[in-house]
């Protein structure tokens, strides 16, 4: 279908002000040849490929309406934008997506001028595109603001607290509502369904609406009134009245893969003397790619691809993920007891829920793109007697925060909080991230904060949090797979707040937090092999820390190393913070923290990006003898030459 790729006018078409001296004809064809283009280059790099073919003719035509870059698109999400940077002068880099040195797989300021914000974690669309269109307002400019946010993402609060704010900006914002019918998975709730039943319920915008120019041939109060009868006139459902009611003017539905609709229809909304417009777009993810279509995820994200035949790469066989250990163990939990309930906020998949709702159908919740809101679900189904498992990728579970200090950690609510994807994910780059759940976990009262350093650990660890109901309690693992340890047998019961010695030294000890134990044994090795004894703990707990294990190694050892997948403030403030609470560090006691660097690491394999923050045997080695370098003569006071301010008022 593809191996004779060709692609004459995309090979001429440079920029999208090129792009708008086309005729309609040649723009169906660009489309044509831009869905070529996109499959090509994700069959190469792997990523994600549903959305971008839902929005292939959406794409072309919101650069050939809007006068891009000075009009901003703001992408939501950025994972449907590889047209968007093939048409944006990015084409000859789409193959280095999602790689060292390569494009990001998400829209990026820094990548582009047509990149008009950021985006990765969803439904941050409206609210920064409101902000170019106050923007806009306030230096009395006309350029336009344009937010296009899926049926996924809309199911967001933040969409909401942006459209409740969003009339002051008038005709300057345009929300282009991209419904395709799926999140990640089948999309939920009842926002789901009331936009199933405004596209059922009337035809596509007809060519009579088009022409009428919609919104703009009608002074404001009669369109609203009018729209208002015709809407109820048509029954309360079929109408876009619940956006309405937001203060939007609602256009659609409009058929998204129909240059011929899409193009007078944006043209119309466009030059609205009114606003703001919601447009609702009516595409299917996957378009124009029949292995795509065909699949369950529409494939939303893949490996890289035989394009003719749509096969995926198959990873070589090896270890389980953790995220199906995880699932897994929770199962044979939940089969021995039915108050466990679990929760996603729309990644039944990533999470591995998808296995667990196989087995107990009514026992997964699957929220929608609702982190704050799943975090408090959670916490009135512990304050009712249930076990409830919410599971949130790292990155995602920091939308929920203030509700898990407020819901959960004051009230010492009994829930269960399995964080994957913690450190650093590889191909999603700095957004995806879970560098910081360690630090903002560790400094909640009653919170319990495990990482195990293997699959074992993690499925003991399921089971302790199974039989843990003191209080709120969480483990955090890598996006990938385990060690290759055994599974068989009982599972433990850890005792809270325990470490576990691994390997006995004299000189060095280095306290392992997570999956870093197999580094740090490697370096350990390479240590003793220079004579220098080397102890190595598997901490287990960055909260209740091990205090008794870690004063014995402090007390026991000249150079201390701890190590960790977390940003600054996680197991190592724990550990620094009790060595000086008892003047273990008075006597000369030479302690290296190794974590996570005070910068974003872009997209990279995920071994590379530990290697380049010194998380891996080389960092071990090289602190210690580091710190075995520096001559620790007793601490001499020098003068202290800081000049007071003179203005400074004891
Ligand atoms: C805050 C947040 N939670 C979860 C995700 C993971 N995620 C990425 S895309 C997606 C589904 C988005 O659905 P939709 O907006 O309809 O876009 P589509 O993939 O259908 O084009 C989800 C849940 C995310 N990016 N951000
Ligand atoms: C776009 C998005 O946020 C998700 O698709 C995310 O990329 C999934 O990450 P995993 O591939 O680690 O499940
Ligand atoms: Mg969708």
Redo the contacts with the bound molecule.
């Keep these: 279908m593809f191996p004779n790729k060709k692609t004459p006018l995309l090979d001429k078409i440079k920029t999208p002000a090129e792009l708008r001296q086309l005729d309609r004809n040649s723009l169906r064809q660009l489309a044509d040849e831009l869905r070529k283009e996109t499959i090509s280059a994700v069959g190469v790099t792997g990523g ?1 490929l549903g959305s971008g073919l839902g929005v292939i003719e959406l794409t072309v035509a919101l650069h050939y309406v809007f006068n891009t870059p000075k009009d901003a698109l703001v992408w939501d ?1 950025g ?1 449907q934008t590889y047209p968007h940077k093939i048409l944006t002068g990015r084409r000859d880099r789409i193959r280095t997506l999602r790689q060292r040195d390569g494009l990001s797989g998400f829209t990026q300021r820094a990548e582009s001028e047509y990149d008009a914000f950021g985006a ?1 974690h ?1 439904s941050t669309s409206i609210s920064a595109a409101l902000g170019f269109a106050m923007a806009s307002k306030l230096s009395d400019s006309d350029d336009k603001a344009v937010a296009i946010i899926g049926d996924g993402s809309m199911t967001a609060g933040m969409a909401y607290e942006a459209m409740n704010n969003a009339k002051a900006a008038g005709k300057r914002l345009i929300v282009i509502l991209n419904d395709n019918e799926m999140s ?1 998975s089948p999309p939920v709730g009842a926002l789901s369904s009331y936009l199933s039943r405004l596209i059922s319920s009337r035809p596509f915008m007809n060519l009579r609406d088009i022409m009428r120019g919609v919104v703009n041939r009608m002074p404001k109060g009669l369109a609203t009134a009018a729209r208002k009868a015709d809407e109820y006139a048509r029954g309360m459902a079929t109408g876009g009245t619940f956006f309405e009611e937001l203060g939007f003017y609602y256009v659609g539905p409009v058929d998204g893969h129909n240059l011929d609709q899409l193009i007078p229809v944006l043209e119309n909304v466009r030059d609205a003397k009114d606003g703001p417009i919601l447009v609702h777009v009516v595409t299917r993810k996957g378009q124009g790619y029949a292995p795509a279509e065909a699949a369950k995820d529409k494939y ?2 893949v490996q890289r691809l035989d394009v003719v035949s749509g096969k995926q790469a198959k990873a070589p066989p090896g270890p389980p993920s953790y995220t199906s250990v995880f699932s897994e163990q929770l199962i044979k939990e939940a089969k021995q007891d039915d108050k466990i309930v679990t929760i996603t906020a729309a ?1 039944p998949t ?1 999470t591995g829920l998808d296995r667990f709702q196989q087995y107990f159908p009514e026992r997964m919740f699957d929220v929608g793109i609702a982190e704050q809101h799943a975090v408090t679900f959670a916490a009135g189904l512990a304050a009712a007697g249930y076990k409830p498992f919410c599971c949130l ?1 790292s990155t995602f579970l920091q939308r929920g925060y203030d509700q898990l200090v407020h819901d959960v950690a004051i009230q010492n609510l009994p829930v269960r909080f399995a964080v994957d ?1 913690a450190g650093l ?1 590889g191909a ?1 780059g700095a957004t ?1 991230a879970g560098s910081f759940d360690l630090a903002f976990m560790v400094n909640l009262p009653n919170m319990v904060v495990m990482a195990p350093s293997d699959e074992r650990e993690l499925a003991n660890m399921v089971h302790s949090m199974a039989h843990y109901d003191q209080g709120p309690i969480s483990v955090r693992y890598p ?1 990938g797979n385990g060690v290759g340890v055994s599974l068989e047998g009982e599972k433990e019961i850890l005792p809270i707040g325990k470490g576990r010695l691994i390997r006995r030294g004299k000189k060095v000890a280095i306290l392992s937090l997570g999956t870093r134990l197999e580094e740090s044994l490697k370096a350990a090795d390479r240590l003793d092999a220079q004579g220098l004894s080397t102890s190595v703990a598997d901490m287990r707990f960055a909260k209740p820390l091990d205090e008794a294990l870690t004063r014995q190694l402090l007390k026991s050892h000249q150079v201390i190393i701890t190590i960790e997948e977390g940003a600054l403030g996680g197991f190592a403030t724990q550990v620094l913070t009790m060595a000086s609470d008892e003047g273990l560090m008075d006597d000369g006691l030479k302690i290296r923290t190794l974590r996570l660097p005070d910068r974003f690491q872009p997209q990279d394999k995920q071994e590379r990006q530990y290697a380049e923050a010194g998380l891996d045997a080389d960092g071990i080695v090289a602190a210690v003898t580091a710190a075995l370098q520096r001559n620790s003569k007793p601490v001499e006071v020098v003068e202290l030459t800081t000049k007071v301010t003179e203005d400074m008022t004891l």
Excluded: E, T
Aim: aromatic residues 6%.
């Design positions: 994600h999400v994972h990765a969803s990640i939303h994200a990644m990533g990728y994807r994910v999603d995806h996006r």
